[in-house]
Nanobody, 125 residues
Framework: QLHLVESGGGLVQPGGSLRLSCGAS????????IGWFRQAPGKEREGVSC????????GYADSVKGRFTISTDNAKNTVYLQMNSLKPEDTAVYYC??????????????????WGQGTQVTVSS
């Protein structure tokens, strides 16, 4: 059974960094796209970043370009989201999601079939 588990969230000051992990079990990442999404209180869930593990293509929302980096460790079957220069507006629950997909990834939530439970990120002084 396919399973995703997020970790690495926490409280960080503005300008700080966090690295989120998305551990996958029940499948191997190489034929899947993985997306990172976030949902702040009272707001819609929005796409942040994605990676196509078949060819390494990545995508980012404009709000995080240049600050966030997505990557995959195939040996650990884990996708990471490195978040630098964090801002209070990055505060949200962050989710990873998976879909069988080759040579493409997107950051629209309706594209994804499997979801983790989320990890809280709070950026505050």
């Amino acid at each position: 059974q396919l399973h995703l588990v997020e970790s690495g969230g926490g409280l960080v000051q503005p300008g700080g960094s966090l690295r989120l992990s998305c551990g996958a079990s029940g499948f191997t990442l190489d034929s899947y796209a993985i997306g990172w999404f976030r949902q702040a209180p009272g707001k819609e869930r929005e796409g942040v970043s994605c990676i196509s593990n078949s060819d390494g293509n990545t995508g980012y929302a404009d709000s995080v370009k240049g600050r966030f980096t997505i990557s995959t460790d195939n040996a650990k079957n884990t996708v990471y989201l490195q978040m630098n220069s964090l801002k209070p507006e990055d505060t949200a629950v962050y989710y990873c999601a998976a879909v069988p997909m080759w040579y493409h990834c997107g950051i629209r939530r309706e594209e994804y079939s499997y979801w983790g439970q989320g990890t809280q990120v709070t950026v505050s002084s």
